[in-house]
């Protein structure tokens, strides 16, 4: 729960939501998840029912080549709650176009436009990962009951997709001045 935590923080933006963020009210809405290397998260093209934040390992995003291997029909559905998911070569499993790691967020995408999800997530850790789940049904009890809450979890996820995509434009900007 601790990355939970430190991802709300109360900040100034935050400060006058009145909600202090505790190990209970957090483990209320969220779930605790092992993962093991080369365990799918989730696929393309499945339903968006998760966010994931990751507490420690790595996750890849990858796409998929088209073609009729990555049929997600043999997968459970994605609501089921922590599911057994295969686990894929990850060299043979697509394209990796994004690795996560602790402290970082995937599912969000598609969770919050519900749309299926754009990528297959597998876990690339040897020694397995571990994230916090956190499901439609928890999403909007936590909604309803505890808005505060939601409302710093919403903004911690603002900042981390705000990092992210300065982590992304340095890197480019880096990787053009290593090729001149």
Same mark, same amino acid.
């Given at each position: 729960?601790?990355?939970?935590?430190?991802?709300?923080?109360?900040?100034?933006?935050?400060?006058?939501?009145?909600?202090?963020?505790?190990?209970? =009210?957090?483990? !209320?809405?969220?779930?605790?998840?092992?993962?093991?290397?080369?365990?799918?998260?989730?696929?393309?093209?499945?339903?968006?029912?998760?966010?994931?934040?990751?507490?420690?390992?790595? @996750?890849?995003? @990858? @796409?998929?080549?088209?073609?009729?291997?990555?049929?997600?029909?043999?997968?459970?559905?994605?609501?089921?709650?922590?599911?057994?998911?295969?686990?894929?070569? =990850?060299?043979?499993?697509?394209?990796?176009?994004?690795?996560?790691?602790?402290?970082?967020?995937?599912?969000?995408?598609?969770?919050?436009?519900?749309?299926?999800?754009?990528?297959?997530?597998?876990?690339?850790?040897?020694?397995?990962?571990? =994230?916090?789940?956190?499901?439609?049904?928890?999403?909007?009890?936590?909604?309803?009951?505890?808005?505060?809450?939601?409302?710093?979890?919403?903004?911690?996820?603002?900042?981390?997709?705000?990092?992210?995509?300065?982590?992304?434009?340095?890197?480019?900007?880096?990787?053009? !001045?290593?090729?001149?």
């Amino acid at each position: 729960v601790a990355i939970l935590e430190d991802y709300l923080q109360v900040t100034p933006a935050t400060s006058s939501l009145r909600c202090e963020p505790n190990s209970g =009210a957090l483990r !209320r809405y969220f779930k605790r998840q092992e993962l093991e290397n080369t365990q799918v998260l989730f696929d393309a093209g499945e339903a968006s029912s998760k966010l994931y934040f990751l507490e420690r390992g790595t @996750v890849d995003l @990858v @796409v998929l080549p088209p073609s009729p291997s990555t049929s997600t029909s043999n997968h459970p559905p994605a609501d089921q709650a922590f599911s057994p998911r295969p686990r894929v070569p =990850a060299a043979s499993s697509g394209i990796r176009i994004l690795r996560i790691s602790g402290g970082g967020i995937c599912g969000e995408l598609g969770f919050f436009f519900g749309t299926p999800q754009a990528f297959r997530a597998v876990c690339t850790s040897p020694r397995g990962a571990v =994230a916090w789940t956190l499901d439609r049904d928890a999403f909007s009890e936590m909604k309803s009951k505890a808005p505060q809450l939601c409302i710093m979890v919403q903004t911690a996820l603002l900042k981390s997709l705000a990092l992210a995509d300065s982590q992304q434009y340095f890197n480019y900007e880096a990787t053009k !001045r290593a090729v001149r």
